[in-house]
């Protein structure tokens, strides 16, 4: 994205592929670092998520690289085909019918469901072309008090939500609960192989 469009710019406009009406701006990550905010918040149009994402989504990531210009109706113009923008929305999570890129996940708090707080997403697990789990390096206590490693997996079936200002996912289970999940076990190599 050129950095003369800030996203306050950009907020609650029209997104275009050629005449093609993708969805809304709607916002991005609010994170001190900049550099892990490589995307936007778009409210998707029902007729475009259907035929172009697996499972329809109302929200989805905009990569800012892809803003190509403001068009003369006030629209954003993107660089890219729908092509593009469907392999692009391949390459998600999906959090309560959301899409989420991988950088709007990294560096967020994990939480469990009681409220307690693992520790920071690091990286993400991809199993055949498809995010499985999210590493985590959970804080020293937590480490300590549950026995874990440096860093453990924690399968994407088990986040329920994320909170746009306090920058958490929320997990679906409680941390006890969390580590006896044969999706957990297996992630995390103690499981047994057999797919």
């Excluded at 900049?34 to 994402?53: F, N, P, Q, T």
């Excluded at 892809?66 to 469907?86: F, N, T």
Aim: glycine letters at 6%; proline letters at 4%; aromatic letters at 6%.
């Amino acid at each position: 994205m050129s950095e003369e469009y800030r996203i306050q710019e950009l907020l609650e406009r029209e997104v275009y592929v050629g005449e093609t009406r993708v969805g809304v701006i709607t916002g991005e990550r609010f994170h001190p670092r900049d550099e892990l905010v490589r995307s936007m918040r778009i409210r998707v149009e029902d007729g475009i998520a259907e035929e172009y994402m697996r499972k329809p989504a109302e929200f989805a990531p905009l990569s800012k690289e892809l803003v190509h210009s403001i068009r003369s109706d006030g629209g954003v113009k993107l660089s890219k085909s729908m092509r593009e923008l469907q392999r692009r929305w391949r390459n998600t999570v999906r959090i309560n019918e959301k899409l989420y890129a991988p950088d709007e996940l990294l560096d967020r708090a994990v939480l469990d469901n009681d409220g307690l707080d693992l520790g920071n997403v690091t990286d993400l697990v991809k199993i055949k072309r498809t995010y499985k789990g999210l590493v985590i390096k959970p804080h020293y206590i937590v480490r300590t008090r549950q026995g874990l490693p440096d860093t453990i997996i924690v399968p994407v079936g088990q986040l329920a939500r994320t909170t746009a200002r306090l920058d958490e996912i929320i997990l679906r289970c409680s941390m006890k609960r969390l580590v006896t999940l044969p999706s957990y076990l297996k992630l995390n190599g103690q499981g047994s192989e057999e797919e």
